[in-house]
Antibody, heavy 120, light 112 residues
């Protein structure tokens, strides 16, 4: 059973850096074929893909947010971390991590999401 | 502005068939990239419904099917049920955005 869980602050002040962590389990074999992405959804709006990491090393970002995003995996190899620099109220959204195994172009498994509000 | 365009809403009565379209361009669907579909209920995370244009994800009823032709993909739902009331998103790659992953704007299906 694959599970993903997002964690991070519920409230962030404008101009601060937001750090989100995705903890996953159940992907026990051949982690090199694993892809993890971050996706967000502002209240009442559509999904927006932000970044993905291929567990063999490559990282890709949304061109519109590239200068503010950084994604990495931690040494335990069971966490994917996203930082969003210089946040503003437009970054208020539910942030999801999602994963797939073998096909990095889709999202087979999703976390429950974590709502982040940017406000002073 | 989504690179993949979906109608904001569609409706149907129980038992009917609805088609949800996803209109792209030569840089995404028309480039031959697979289209995937997700179902999202209010307050819940999206779930993969159809992958690779027409393959049903685990436990998805065969009332749901998908197709792709040219620059358009479609999600077809037959025998509509009240439980199908949700928002549906298409998703693919896009060459014009450094092969980014892109979503459609979503279609709200209301089962009357």
């Amino acid at each position: 059973q694959f599970t993903l869980r997002e964690s991070g602050p519920a409230l962030v002040r404008p101009t601060q850096t937001l750090t989100l962590t995705c903890t996953f389990s159940g992907f026990s074999v051949g982690l090199d074929a694993l892809c993890m992405s971050w996706i967000r959804q502002p209240p009442g709006k559509a999904l927006e893909w932000l970044a993905r990491i291929h567990w063999d090393g490559n990282i890709y970002y949304s061109p519109s947010l590239k200068t503010r995003l950084s994604m990495s995996k931690d040494a335990s190899k069971t966490k994917a971390v996203l930082t969003v620099a210089n946040v503003d109220p437009g970054d208020t959204a539910t942030y999801y991590c999602a994963g797939s195994y073998g096909d990095c172009g889709r999202f087979d498994y999703w976390g429950q999401g974590t709502l982040v509000t940017v406000s002073s | 502005q989504s690179m993949l365009t979906q109608s904001p809403s569609v409706s149907g009565a129980p038992g009917q068939t609805v088609i949800i379209s996803c209109n792209g361009s030569r840089s995404n669907i028309g480039a031959g990239y697979d289209v995937h579909w997700y179902q999202q209920f209010p307050g819940a995370a999206p779930q993969l419904l159809i992958f690779g244009n027409n393959q049903r994800h685990a436990a998805v009823p065969d009332r749901f099917s998908g197709s792709r032709s040219g620059t358009t993909a479609s999600l077809i739902i037959t025998g509509l049920q009240v439980d199908d009331d949700a928002v549906y998103y298409c998703q693919s790659y896009d060459d014009s955005l450094d092969r980014s992953l892109v979503f459609g704007g979503g279609t709200r299906l209301t089962v009357l």
